[in-house]
């Protein structure tokens, strides 16, 4: 059950990325730039990045993919540091609402949208 997980502490390696993020953000002035509006628009740009990878094929470069994730996270850390949050947190929120739209019993195994359950 996720709510036991609710208690999260943010972990080590996290707490390096998020640090070493806000230096690397300090460093060039570019806060300035970062709107919720600009980094949803980066994160899209950045999906679209991974996904034109698989554009022709299901075969990638793992490296590569590697990579457009990484700048994907990237921007959904700042975005969750724009808003106060940190991402784990945010996945594990969320997390609770879709255990309730989505019950063991029901979606099981199933790709069917909860709606239609
Ligand atoms: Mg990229």
Known sequence: MVKSCLRYTI???EELAL???KRFIADRDWGQFHTEENLAKSISVEAA???EIF???NIADPNR???EVADVLTYCYLLAMKLG???SNLVLEKLQETEIKYPV????GRSTKYDQL
């Open 11 to 13: 972990t080590m390696d």
């Open 19 to 21: 640090q070493a993020l």
């Open 49 to 51: 990045e991974l996904l």
């Open 55 to 57: 554009q022709w094929g």
């Open 65 to 67: 993919v590697k990579e």
């Open 85 to 87: 949050t940190n991402p």
């Open 105 to 108: 019993e029901e979606a099981k």
